[in-house]
């Protein structure tokens, strides 16, 4: 049987595809953090209402992100901020990990406010370029 939210889990990705298509490198870094703040936030939502099989696949797709997002670094022609950015994914992907044993809210919110200020830095990369 069709199930309502199948039709909107299509919707977004198609709308996903479309934006992604025509995206420049940046927009893309900056759809990649938003899709990982939303996962972090479906993962705290699971872990407050003990669904931890839901919460280990939320993690899961945030460490799979995470890996997208340190793929993507060019590690030659980054220097410093590559190499930075490298260590901070890494980071983040441990205190993840960890949480998904601990159910630590507090880590994770850690892990939130690390990666929001981070986006705000490529959100200011992707506007000055724009301008």
């Not at 190499?83 to 994914?89: P, Q, S, T, V």
Request: hydrophobic share 45%.
């Amino acid at each position: 049987m069709f199930e309502p939210q199948e039709g909107y889990d299509a919707y977004q990705f198609a709308a996903t595809q479309a934006k992604a298509a025509s995206a420049d490198p940046h927009q893309l870094v900056l759809m990649l953090m938003d899709g990982l703040l939303d996962e972090i936030a479906r993962a705290e939502g699971h872990i407050l209402v003990r669904q931890y099989e839901r919460k280990g696949q939320s993690i899961n797709k945030c460490l799979q992100i995470l890996g997208g997002l340190d793929s993507a670094l060019d590690m030659e022609q980054g220097g410093d901020l590559a190499a930075n950015l490298r260590r901070l994914y890494d980071w983040c992907g441990q205190q993840l990990f960890a949480v998904s044993v601990s159910q630590d809210l507090e880590a994770l919110q850690r892990v939130r406010d690390t990666l929001s200020e981070l986006r705000v830095g490529w959100q200011a990369m992707a506007d000055h370029r724009a301008a």
